[in-house]
């Protein structure tokens, strides 16, 4: 059956350090691969698209990796800060324009 | 420019009554997406239209919803004889163009729906 996991616990991470949050796939093959942010009460918000065909992607303090052949992608988040602390959803984009989304990760930066 | 909106933010129906759900996409965009998610899970794709017309729809429920999308005004996604399975956050989402690779979907904040 198809699958998309996400750390399913919640992460601390020391302020400062960075963080790496996991997504895994099964039975997908997808032709592009975004991650997004929800504050709680909030919509997601878009962070970083990476194509199939890249290995990975940067914004400022955020580096993506894809890696279609083990079919996961980490996000990374270096120097975190305790304002990065919120929920970060991966989403696959499969060929027909559709997304599909994982439950997400909640990530707590402590000071 | 505003952002995508929702109305309204909170919802509180009985059960049987009907619930509707108004999503303006951001200037611009004509193609509008409606998501759910309930506590604990991800978010759900329910259904995707343009300006009039309805795309996907595959992640609908067959019986009591139904979307629209008019040449003017908002998106409306209706739920009618809602029942305590329908409380969730439901989203609305809006791009350019037909998302994927080449577009972004911008969120609302959503609405919360409560049946009790």
């Known amino acids: 059956s198809q699958k998309i996991e996400q750390n399913s616990e919640a992460l601390n991470i020391q302020e400062g350090k960075t963080a790496t949050l996991t997504c895994n796939y099964t039975n997908y093959s997808p032709a592009y691969l975004q991650w997004y942010r929800q504050d709680p009460g909030r919509g997601p918000v878009f962070l970083l698209l990476i194509r199939e065909n890249e290995k990975e992607k940067r914004k400022e303090r955020l580096k993506v990796t894809f890696d279609t052949t083990l079919k996961q992608s980490l996000f990374h988040i270096t120097a975190s800060q305790p304002a990065d602390s919120a929920t970060y959803l991966c989403a696959l984009g499969v060929r027909d324009d559709k997304i599909i989304f994982g439950k997400g990760t909640r990530l707590h930066i402590l000071p | 420019n505003a952002g995508v909106m929702q109305n309204p933010r909170h919802l509180v129906r009985r059960r049987g009554q009907e619930a509707r759900l108004r999503c303006s996409p951001m200037k611009g965009h004509s193609h509008v997406y409606w998501y759910r998610q309930l506590p604990e899970e991800g978010l759900k794709f329910m259904v995707y239209?343009?300006?009039?017309?309805?795309?996907?729809e595959s992640g609908m429920p067959k019986e009591r919803f139904s979307a629209e999308f008019p040449k003017e005004g908002p998106s409306i996604l209706r739920i009618q004889q809602v029942v305590r399975g329908d409380s969730a956050a439901y989203f609305c989402a809006s791009s350019q163009t037909s998302g994927g690779a080449s577009d972004t979907q911008y969120f609302g904040p959503g609405t919360r729906l409560t049946v009790l």
């Open positions: 239209l343009q300006k009039e017309n309805i795309i996907d």
